[in-house]
Nanobody
Framework: QVQLVESGGGLVQAGGSLRLSCAAS????????MGWFRQAPGKEREFVAY????????YYADSVKGRFTISRDNAKNTVYMQMNSLKPEDTAVYYCAARYYSGSNFRPDEYDYWGQGTQVTVSS
């Protein structure tokens, strides 16, 4: 069992930056693929990024590539997402998620555990 708690969301102007954190409780954090997803009002939850067990591999949605960076610290049981050059269209609730077995890692239904989400609002 893994419990996930996100933090770091907030209100920022376009072009600004935020760093999201997701703290995991439970054992063997390094045994989980970690992903970030987001959901805007009236839209489906969408993939943003994922990171491999050790952190050696990362993958991003085209919409955030070059602006967002996912990382993890297995000693601290935490995954991060640095978000730079934010745009109004990045406004959403951001969720971190964990899955035990690797797969495509792009679909929400592949993930076993979810945090409660943190709101990110980017003003124009």
């Amino acid at each position: 069992q893994v419990q996930l708690v996100e933090s770091g969301g907030g209100l920022v102007q376009a072009g600004g930056s935020l760093r999201l954190s997701c703290a995991a409780s439970g054992r063997f954090f390094s045994n989980y693929i970690m992903g970030w997803f987001r959901q805007a009002p009236g839209k489906e939850r969408e993939f943003v990024a994922y990171i491999s067990y050790s952190g050696s591999s990362t993958y991003y949605a085209d919409s955030v590539k070059g602006r967002f960076t996912i990382s993890r610290d297995n000693a601290k049981n935490t995954v991060y997402m640095q978000m730079n050059s934010l745009k109004p269209e990045d406004t959403a609730v951001y969720y971190c998620a964990a899955r035990y077995y690797s797969g495509s890692n792009f679909r929400p239904d592949e993930y076993d555990y979810w945090g409660q989400g943190t709101q990110v609002t980017v003003s124009s």
